[in-house]
Structure formats: structure tokens, C-alpha cells
């Protein structure tokens, strides 16, 4: 079976692909062999006759989109017009993988997959819109919403504090955000479980359990045996061009049931995590 990974060579994709490589034969799209943006994609796809497509390839900078707006319509609404053209010819399932920033944040519970999405910021715009193409052309789509993504082949929060920490003795972090960390080797895992299932439409995945910018910071020094004190701010004191939802928690109950399987805890995976990172650095 032939499976297209789009964005292949970035966190998730490296750790799907990794995951894939033995049961399947994997295509990769990735810049650097194509850009989703020129409709030539099309083409190469139509070529490449795969069986499955899991789209992640995206404009991913939250606060750069706000300034580069056009080229983040471009790559997460054009460019997946553009993939899912190619899906529909091929008549294909997709795998699409969206974001939390659909959400507003005012929510005090978590969001559930028929919670309207309200963005407040231009990347979570762009997600949303991307989710309405697929909707609009294909009838056989799996959109997966998602959160605070760690893992071995990219830049996120854990590497960013790991480092702060070798250099300051104090981190300052925001307390006002919650969400749920989702390390790219678990999420892999159940992105898997689609390609030989026909319960399509959106779900809600991510590590299970929530926490702030501020525990996640205090966890990760804490098992990584720093010694940084991390203090809490507010948003509002750290100057970002993007705002942030103050709650996107995630529910995952709808996956959880009809797939029988529960992510483990944000705080598992990262234990995990830390210590495939030491190992891999050894
Ligand atoms: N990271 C998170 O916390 C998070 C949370 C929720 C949802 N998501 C979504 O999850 C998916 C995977 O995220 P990720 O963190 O793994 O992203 P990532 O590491 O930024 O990977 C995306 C990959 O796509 C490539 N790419 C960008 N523009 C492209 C284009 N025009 N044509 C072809 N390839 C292009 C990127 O190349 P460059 O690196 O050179 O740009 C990168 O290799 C994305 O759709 C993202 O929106 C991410």
C-alpha cells in the first residue's frame, strides 16, 4: 500500500514516517521536493498513484502568520486545496491535521468536535478554512485536531525550555493558557489507525490530560533534572503578535470510543520523550 506524507520532513511527519516505513511504502512531500503551494503538485501526485494521504505539510509559524498573511492563506488554504484535488481525482481518503487555534479559548470545558470553531488568531484562521475545503470536496476525510506538539524532529516548547534552562537560573512562563501537550510519536500512533478505517470525519486527539504553559515548563525541568526556577506570568505581559485561546483542552472522548484506544498522559509521553532524547544523544 502506497502512503503520501505531505510535510515529511517535520515533527510529525518525521515520526509518522518513521512509524509507516515498514508496513507500507511511503511517498514524501516535503519544500524541499515540492512546494503544496504550485498546482504542479497536482500532477506529481496524480503520478505517484498513492492509496492514502496524510496531509501535515503547513505554515506553522502562530505569531510569523500574522505579519505574512498571504503566504500563510497560501500554504494552509491553497496548498491544501491543491492536495485535496489531487484526492478527490484519485478518489483517496485524507488524513488533514488541524489545530486547537480553531477555538476562541472562552470555553471553560473542553472542546468538543462540534464546538464551533471561533479563531482569534490568523494561523487558526487559515486551519479553519483548510478544514472547509476538505468538508467542501470530499466525502472520505479525516480531520484531526490537535495540540501543543513535541517531538524529536522540530522546534517546540520542551527543546526551547531545555535550553533556557542550561543558561538561567530563572524561566518566566505563561500561567493563563491551558492546553494539552501531544508528543508526535503517541499522536503517529493513532494517525495510523485510519488508514484502515472508514469512520471518517473530525476528531480530537492529543495526549490526555491538561495543563498551563507554566506546569508543562515546571515538568519539564523537573524531569530533566534542572535546577531553573520557572515563574508565572500573564499573557498579556509577553508581547506576541498572535493572541492565544486561554483554554484548548481538547476532548477526546469520540476517538477514544469509536477507535477503543486512550492516548496516554501529556506527562507519560513527555517522560518518554526526554529520555529517547537522551538516549539518541548518547
Ligand atoms: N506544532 C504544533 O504545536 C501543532 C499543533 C496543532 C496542529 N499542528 C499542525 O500539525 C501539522 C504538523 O505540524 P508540525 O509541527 O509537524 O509542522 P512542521 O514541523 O512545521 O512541519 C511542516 C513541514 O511542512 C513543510 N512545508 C511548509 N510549507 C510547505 C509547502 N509550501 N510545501 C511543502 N512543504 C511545506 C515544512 O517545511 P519548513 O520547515 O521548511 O517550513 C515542514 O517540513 C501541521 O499541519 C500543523 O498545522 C501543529
Redesign the pocket.
Known sequence: MRVCI?????????DLARRLKSGYEIIG??????????KD?IDFLLAQKPDFLF???????VDKAEREKEKAY???VS?TKNIVTACKILDIPLV??????VFDGRKKTPYREDDNPEPINF?GET?RD?EKVIIAILKRYFIV???????K?????VKSIFSLAQEKENIAVVDDQQGSP?Y?SDLAVSLEMFIHSVQYGIYHITNSGLCTWFDFAEKIISLSGGKSVVSPIKSENLKRFAKRPQNSVLDNTLFETKFCYKMPSWEDALGRYLIEDRDSKE
Not at 488533514?96 to 487555534?101: C, L, N, Q
Open positions: 505531505t510535510g515529511s520532513k517535520g515533527m510529525l511527519g518525521y512531500v516535503d519544500i524541499d521536493d515540492f512546494d503544496i503551494v504550485n503538485v496531509h501535515f505539510a503547513a505554515y506553522t509559524n497560501e500554504v494552509n496548498g488533514f491535521i488541524s489545530t486547537d487555534y494561523y486551519k483548510g485536531r490537535t495540540s501543543w506538539l513535541f517531538g524532529n522540530g522546534k517546540n516548547f501531544t508526535t
